[in-house]
């Protein structure tokens, strides 16, 4: 179940766009200063999930974490409750077949077949949503996956850190539902080829710290809309800014947030920056 959530993490801070104002300067770790906070804090652009393969947690992170008090992801991935409760959430109250029409019900059966050796039956239980996100999963090919977060929660728990989110699970999956209507979704799903192309060339360029040409992949039409804009990015990001000034006072962070909410004119960097902080690259 856990890997189901952070999927849905990942989708949710993965296919957003918006209008940006200048090419960020390549890097996935960014410093936050201000003449008010007693130590910097640390902002790093994550990919929610890479394969084994791809997967790295660069040196300047490690040290950038080492001189911070807290970890702060996107949503705390370490609360056991809040997963039961968003397991839930995850769940459908009918069942699935019952909202699909026929023609809707052979395609998935078929694509579900052909990618993951299962039939609609086995996840008629599920909300669609969850099934998108089973089938985003295997958009990379590769037998075994990592996930960022928990292993920064790994880290932050050897390390006797505190671990904090930006929001709650419970939010974060009803900003999807919003962002993420059936009609919508369902041609996300009908889409599924040109995600698997999507993602190659997106972890190309998180592996070059290029976060400026990794948004401009995800900022692609085909996969979100206006709505998705405002509930997966603007919406969020605004919140999100509003909370960390607090939490800079407080302690010494690194915030770690999907590479696509950092770019832009709604991206947190720029949010921060007008606010007075100085956000400036890791090398």
């Known amino acids: 179940m856990k890997k189901l959530i952070i999927l849905i993490g990942f989708i949710v801070s993965s296919f957003i766009g918006n209008a940006q104002d200048k090419k960020l300067e390549n890097s996935v770790l960014w410093k936050i200063e201000h003449k008010d906070l007693a130590k910097p804090s640390y902002l790093l652009g994550t990919v929610h999930i890479l394969c084994e393969d ?75 949503m969850t099934v998108y996100t ?22 932050a728990k050897a390390q006797h850190k505190k671990i ?46 290029n976060i400026t040409a990794l948004f401009e992949v995800m900022n692609d039409k085909r996969f979100f809309n206006e709505n998705a804009e405002y509930w997966m990015l603007t919406y969020r990001n605004t919140n999100w800014v509003k909370l960390m000034p607090d939490l800079m006072k407080k302690q010494s962070n690194l915030f770690a947030v999907g590479s696509a909410h950092l770019v832009g004119n709604n991206g947190v960097i720029h949010l921060l920056r007008k606010q007075g902080y100085k956000v400036t690259p890791v090398h």
């Open 164 to 209: 904090a989110g930006l929001e709650t699970l419970d939010n974060q999956l009803d900003y999807f539902a919003k962002a993420y209507p059936k009609d919508f979704l369902w041609q996300q799903i009908e889409l599924h080829q040109e995600y698997k192309l999507m993602f190659k060339e997106m972890v190309t360029n998180y592996k070059n710290e």
């Open 54 to 128: 791809d997967f790295s947690i660069p040196k300047k992170v490690t040290k950038a974490f080492n001189k911070t008090e807290n970890l702060v992801l996107e949503v705390d991935l370490s609360d056991t409750k809040a997963l039961m409760a968003a397991q839930q959430k995850m769940m459908s109250s009918g069942k699935l077949t019952e909202e699909l029409s026929k023609e809707q019900q052979i395609y998935l059966d078929n694509l579900l077949k052909k990618e993951m050796n299962m039939s609609l039956q086995m996840v008629d239980n599920y909300t669609l």
């Open 134 to 155: 089973l089938l985003i999963q295997q958009s990379l090919n590769c037998p075994t996956k990592k996930m960022y977060e928990f292993e920064l929660i790994n880290l």
